[in-house]
């Protein structure tokens, strides 16, 4: 029995996964065939869920590979109609809350709080077929897996589908978990989109009543944990050829915005010494944020993500840049330490160049930490099935950032080739999708297992 655990992996899966219940689970498993260490089968059903996401791809496909599928849009409606019949065909109890995220109950035994799981299946314009397509189709082979194993849970089980992850429609990031977790409420209902339509619009053509946004919100304590796989959307788990990221927290970020303010003046009468050029201080600020971000050790990230010049004649000094910056990291200490050296060098700068920098603050996101207890469960489901981890953080906003304000959080990464995203070339493996959803499957479990014992 169990050829392909040693003893010591034998004690230990049931160390993690005790009782009788969650023993047949792997009992399949182990009447089934003898395995070789290091490619032990999946209870999770891999074609299936290879089925699921081609077929996902389909909405919003793009001649050039990847799809374009906003939140609120035509397109999204019809994949969510397909999901939705997924997920009936998994026997999950379906509804849809007044923000429009869908939600499908799989009953517990014990009266106990949910464990949620899922993702997002709105993209960005021309994005790729992994982002929260992977973590949602994922949450739904996991229910299906627990269904052909008979498995049943302690805790009640429920995936959900967020509504308008990417923000892409309303300029509004994580909308549906957002309003779920209390963070938004009826002030975002009149925000218009380019055709004039406004969020309550969208939400009546999802068959919602904008009225009752507010009935969306979870309340305290009725969820165990939330669990979210995700791909990577960067580089560093294919270039350590690690198959699972346990992910430490959602980076915070802070942006300003800045205007380096000279003078206008004629390009060919106005003497070097005597000009006062807004882009080349703002040049010499873009790079100060650089080298700073680049001087401290650890995984932050600083951006200028645009300089806009006026007047923008090839024949004017510019005599005002604009350009805001952004920096992420998981801890806001960090994040304000390298702002106060960046605004000292600007100083610097303004004075070189004899112009004048002030930046005022524009957006402010808090770094959300993964809860100690379901990153546990994720490292023993990934043990178990003896594949590496990383830590890793996320430097991607994440609806799992928002659901750490009211539940225990945690995500599970797997590899993006060459750390692509947002684009027709992001790629995710059918095997690391795989072993993905492997690991969500038996972390729920864990998890299961191991919360809530009075
Ligand atoms: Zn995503």
């Known amino acids: 029995m169990l050829a392909w655990h040693s003893a010591k992996t034998v004690r230990s899966i049931c160390r993690i996964l005790p009782g009788a219940m969650l023993w047949l689970a792997w009992l399949p498993l182990s009447l089934s065939q003898t395995r070789e260490a290091g490619s032990p089968k999946f209870h999770i059903d891999s074609q299936r869920l290879q089925r699921t996401l081609e077929k996902l791809s389909e909405f919003g496909k793009n001649p050039e590979g990847g799809v374009t599928r906003l939140g609120f849009s035509e397109t999204e409606l019809a994949a969510r109609e397909y999901v939705t019949g ?159 990221g346990v992910v430490q927290g959602i980076v915070g970020l802070k942006r300003w915005m800045c205007v380096a303010s000279g003078f206008a003046n004629h390009a060919g009468t106005t003497p070097m010494n005597r000009r006062k050029d807004a882009l080349a201080a703002a040049s010499k600020d873009v790079l100060a944020v650089r080298d700073v971000v680049r001087a401290e050790p650890g995984r932050q990230v600083g951006t200028v993500g645009f300089v806009k010049v006026e007047p923008g004649a090839v024949n004017v000094i510019p005599g005002r840049a604009q350009f805001p910056v952004e920096l992420r990291n998981l801890d806001t200490e960090v994040i304000d330490r390298m702002w106060r050296r960046i605004q000292e060098k600007f100083t610097a700068i303004d004075k070189e160049e004899n112009v004048e920098t002030s930046c005022t603050p524009l957006d402010d996101a808090e770094p959300a930490s993964a809860d100690p207890a379901v990153k546990s469960a994720i490292y023993a489901a990934a043990k178990s099935l003896g594949l590496a981890t990383m830590d890793l953080p996320s430097g991607a906003v994440q609806d799992a950032q928002k659901m750490a304000k009211i539940a225990p959080m945690g995500m599970i990464f797997v590899p993006s080739h060459d750390g692509i995203s947002h684009s027709p070339k992001e790629f995710t493996s059918w095997p690391d999708a795989a072993n993905g959803v492997e690991v969500l499957y038996r972390a729920i479990l864990v998890l299961d297992d191991r919360l809530n014992h009075q």
């Open 86 to 244: 997924v997920m009936k065909q998994a026997g999950l109890q379906v509804r849809v809350d007044p923000a429009g995220n869908i939600f499908g109950l799989r009953p517990g035994s014990e009266k106990l709080p949910i464990l949620l799981f899922g993702s997002h299946i709105d993209s960005v314009l021309h994005g790729g077929n992994f982002d929260g397509d992977l973590g949602s189709l994922g949450a739904i082979e996991v229910i299906h897996t627990l269904n052909d194993l008979s498995v049943k849970t302690r805790h009640p089980l429920e995936v959900v589908i967020w509504t308008n992850e990417e923000g892409n429609h309303f300029g509004l990031t994580t909308l549906g978990s957002g309003v779920a977790a209390g963070q938004l409420g009826p002030e975002i209902l009149d925000r218009k989109d380019d055709q004039g339509l406004t969020l309550a619009d969208w939400l009546r053509r999802y068959s919602q009543d904008p009225a009752h946004l507010t009935d969306a919100r979870i309340p305290p304590g009725s969820l165990a944990a939330f669990l979210e796989l995700h791909i990577e959307q960067g580089p560093n788990l294919e270039e350590n050829k690690i198959p699972i």
